[in-house]
């Protein structure tokens, strides 16, 4: 299986997994101009369209790949409207092109926001990105964190699909909290230089986000000391909290 990125809109990645028979997966198609381009540059044909949750950015090329393509949609309960013919919750698994995709439920950034899980690809949507995590739109705090430790428990080689390319602003706002951690420094070097040649930060790996991603760091005494948050046990997600707010005003 082979992953491509598509840029689209402003700083979006639609993304397409196929196999060597040319037939492909399309994930959260914001637009659909960029979508028919990719697949008649790599002479692939989509066999079903995957959508994380209902936000436009996500869901705005449905309909018209739809009247190229007839094949099945599938998403969560609150992208029923917005073109998933096949809705699907945390526990369903899907069969496609062979490899067994696990419905995980992700919510925080939405309500009914999903994951796509098999091993290794994990297509997040707008919960996971690369040093960082997706706005609260409609969840809580405690329910991002919970869809953090969700993701955290997949295999260390799992790789980040996320939707957008926010890394570099992500890990510039962790160098600003952290300055003294070398590995973020150094990786926000190598991003910038890496993003001076319009090439993709993404897909990240777990392994790494567990390092430069400091969601996935509320255990952290350095940073509880930075965000003045020292929670009592069994309540890590009120750094988590902290985190967010001052990641929001940053």
């Not at 069969?95 to 950034?109: N, Q, V």
């Not at 350095?222 to 990641?247: G, I, T, Y």
Request: proline share 6%.
């Amino acid at each position: 299986m082979n992953l491509i990125s598509i840029p689209a809109l402003a700083d979006n990645y639609i993304w397409l997994l196929h196999n060597d028979d040319r037939q492909c997966l399309v994930v959260d198609p914001g637009e659909a101009a960029p979508v028919l381009q990719a697949l008649a540059d790599h002479h692939l044909t989509p066999v079903a369209m995957l959508l994380t949750h209902h936000h436009q950015d996500h869901v705005g090329g449905v309909a018209e790949l739809l009247q190229h393509f007839q094949v099945p949609v599938y998403g969560p309960e609150e992208t029923r409207t917005k073109g998933a013919s096949q809705i699907v919750n945390e526990g369903d698994s899907l069969t496609l092109l062979r490899h067994t995709f696990s419905i995980m439920a992700l919510p925080g950034h939405t309500l009914r926001h999903i994951g796509f899980y098999s091993a290794p690809w994990l297509f997040c949507g707008d919960t996971v990105f690369s040093a960082g995590c997706g706005r609260l739109f409609e969840g809580t705090p405690k329910q991002m964190y919970e869809s953090f430790q969700k993701v955290n428990l997949l295999p260390s080689e799992t790789l980040i699909c996320a939707a957008h390319e926010y890394t570099l602003s992500n890990l510039n706002f962790s160098a600003a909290l952290l300055p003294e951690d070398s590995v973020i420094a150094g990786y926000q070097h190598k991003i910038s230089e890496l993003r001076l040649k319009n090439q993709p930060s993404l897909p990240s790996t777990l392994h790494l986000e567990r390092q430069i991603n400091l969601f996935l760091r509320c255990h952290d005494v350095d940073l509880q000391n930075k965000l003045n948050a020292h929670p009592v046990p069994d309540e890590e997600w009120r750094v988590f909290a902290a985190l967010r707010a001052k990641n929001d005003h940053f």
